[in-house]
């Protein structure tokens, strides 16, 4: 059988059971971490949350889990594999870069950048690095990514987006790891991230999740994607900001009896911390924001309205399985 390689090791895909494909364990600003760490408290007691936390997910029903944080969201592998070994639930985690933007200082004069200096093409950092991730593993932990991650979002397809959108694909064509993108449905993001990774770089489209696409209820534009043989991600169950719970669920129902459950994957990109709210405000404003929402909410809702469970076990088991064993 084809394998995966999860923070404790390889498991063969069939081995991935109902599988989440977009949550993070910690969301970090790891500037402000270091120097003002004081909301973050005991490493212990942190870990201690996230170990009750991912044991709740795996009580649920849950048996994998990708986690999508890489550079520029506080990826920190040792404390992710501390926390492996002491929850049933397998964890799946990426290299990559993410910003919606410039790339950090560290590339602005390594690679493609020093081109015009130099008058010929400079090789990308970017990719070693991440490849090394892939076959080395991260760091000195040994644990290897099993997944590519990049973004574009309403800034659209700036240079420094677009740069690490083709160290990825580059990447991917070195170690067939597949890919991860999150997106900005509301500007049409995803048509950029075809052009971009497949029209110009060769991605196969079945190798890609376009992450947050249940972000928008434009079924054209979704079906658009889905029929250009994209994963759609409809993986932020419980962010209820600029829409609803009714809508994402709607959304979902629609497009899945229309035929396309077996090109969804969902999740709820929730975790155990993210240092963008404060933890009270979190919780007060996004009350259904965590890795049980689905189970407890999403599920029984679309079920009363005709969805089955077997449709629910395509988007939950045989599509990540599949789209795993791609790789």
């Excluded at 080395?136 to 644990?143: N, S």
């Excluded at 947050?212 to 962010?239: C, K, N, Q, W």
Aim: proline share 5%; hydrophobic share 40%.
């Amino acid at each position: 059988m084809p394998s995966i390689h999860t923070v404790r090791g390889a498991v063969d895909t069939a081995d991935l059971g109902v599988t989440l494909m977009h949550e993070h364990i910690f969301v970090l600003s790891s500037d402000v971490q270091q120097n003002y760490s004081q909301e973050w408290g005991s490493e212990d007691d942190r870990i201690e949350d996230a170990v009750r936390r991912l044991t709740t997910a795996y009580e649920a029903g849950v048996r994998t889990i990708v986690d999508p944080t890489v550079m520029g969201l506080g990826r920190y592998i040792p404390r992710i594999a501390r926390i492996a070994q002491q929850v049933p639930i397998q964890l799946i985690v990426a290299t990559g870069l993410y910003t919606y933007n410039d790339v950090p200082f560290y590339f602005h004069y390594r690679g493609p950048a020093l081109d015009p200096l130099v008058g010929t093409h400079v090789p990308d950092p970017m990719v070693d690095m991440f490849v090394g991730d892939i076959r080395d593993g991260i760091a000195d932990t040994g644990v290897r990514a099993g997944m590519l991650k990049c973004a574009i979002d309403a800034q659209g397809l700036t240079p420094g987006v677009e740069r690490v959108m083709r160290a990825v694909a580059r990447a991917h064509h070195e170690t067939g790891v597949p890919i991860t993108v999150h997106t900005h449905p509301e500007s049409g993001s995803g048509f950029e991230v075809k052009r971009v990774l497949c029209d110009e770089e060769g991605v196969d489209p079945e190798r890609i999740v376009l992450g947050h696409s249940g972000d928008t209820a434009d079924l054209e534009y979704l079906t658009a994607l889905a029929d250009a043989g994209f994963v759609l991600g409809m993986d932020r169950f419980g962010i209820n900001l600029d829409t609803t719970f009714e809508t994402r669920a709607d959304t979902l129902i629609t497009m899945v009896r229309r035929g396309y459950a077996e090109r969804m994957v969902l999740s709820q990109d929730a975790s155990c911390y993210i240092d963008w709210m404060e933890p009270a405000t979190r919780a007060a404003v996004l009350p259904q924001w965590h890795y049980t929402h689905l189970f407890d909410d999403v599920f029984p809702y679309v079920l009363d309205r005709g969805i089955e469970e077997r449709q629910l076990h395509t988007m939950l088991v045989d599509v990540p399985r599949t789209f795993f064993a791609g790789s």
